[in-house]
């Protein structure tokens, strides 16, 4: 968070309070590859360190929302108890998340969130892709005041910097510019795992430059929530979506976690 501090914007954190491999899955997916991947080694957002850590961030400034589970897309009961959960150690209501994988069903999944008293979901976009496939603006899928932050670019979409800088960073002053010209809300989705520069190299550069290239053109740099809160929700067109969806198909290529 020091990128964004020393920067002076916020974003926002999602927590994942998702279910143990060996506590609450099936025995037959214990030694399976997508067992592992999905529910092995998951932090639990009540331990004390984990604790400490959210309520940390909350007291800076960053958002802290919900981050859905995997299944929880389609499982209206489990996205009530994962959010009960971020709420009893934050101390207090969410406004918005995300789900894990990006994993919708539309209309259904806004549906739960908005009925769990959510304000606003950022899980509709593509993992591998980016750009505004979306459009250039919010969208109201009930009309009312639950919004739908469509996702421009996650950082597993563009080329790597560590191997490309140059190109890398050519997609994301490309977005820039091209939200600028259209007025555009720019959703950018960086997992904090992609900003330790020995693993990751070039990811800390690229997301810094991000920021502040926004910022020398003028926009409004910040979290979803905050966002929300400045929106004039009567400004934005109502969206009828149609019905599709269920766990996305690319979960080797990525585990949103912010």
């Given at each position: 968070m020091a990128i964004e501090d020393d920067l002076g914007v916020r974003s926002a954190c999602y927590i994942l309070d998702e279910q143990r491999l060996f506590r609450d899955r099936p025995k037959s997916e214990w030694v399976t590859m997508q067992g592992v991947q999905l529910f092995a080694g998951r932090y639990d957002p009540r331990s004390p360190g984990v604790r400490e850590a959210i309520r940390a961030l909350d007291e800076g400034g960053w958002e802290i929302g919900l981050h859905g589970s995997y299944e929880s897309f389609d499982d209206p009961e489990r996205l009530r108890a994962e959010k009960a959960t971020v709420e009893s150690v934050l101390g207090r209501s969410v406004l918005g998340g995300r789900q894990h994988y990006l994993n919708l069903k539309t209309p259904d999944t806004w549906a739960h969130q908005r009925s769990l008293g959510l304000r606003y979901d950022c899980s509709l976009g593509i993992s591998d892709e980016y750009g505004f496939h979306h459009g250039y603006g919010l969208r109201r899928p009930f009309g009312d005041e639950f919004v739908v932050f469509p996702l421009t670019v996650m950082e597993q979409s563009i080329p790597d910097p560590g191997a490309d800088y140059d190109e890398?960073?050519?997609?994301?002053?490309?977005?820039?510019?091209?939200?600028?010209?259209?007025?555009?809300?720019?959703s950018v989705l960086w997992h904090l795992r992609h900003l330790a520069p020995r693993e990751f190299p070039g990811h800390?550069?690229?997301?810094?430059?991000?920021?502040?290239?926004?910022?020398?053109?003028?926009?409004w740099v910040g979290s979803p929530g905050a966002f929300y809160d400045l929106l004039d929700l009567d400004d934005l067109d109502r969206w009828d979506v149609e019905p599709t969806g269920g766990a996305a198909d690319t979960a080797a290529t990525g585990e949103p976690d912010r």
């Open positions: 890398a960073w050519q997609v994301c002053e490309d977005l820039l510019q091209e939200a600028r010209e259209e007025g555009a809300v720019m800390r550069r690229i997301y810094r430059n991000l920021i502040r290239r926004a910022q020398e053109l003028g926009a």
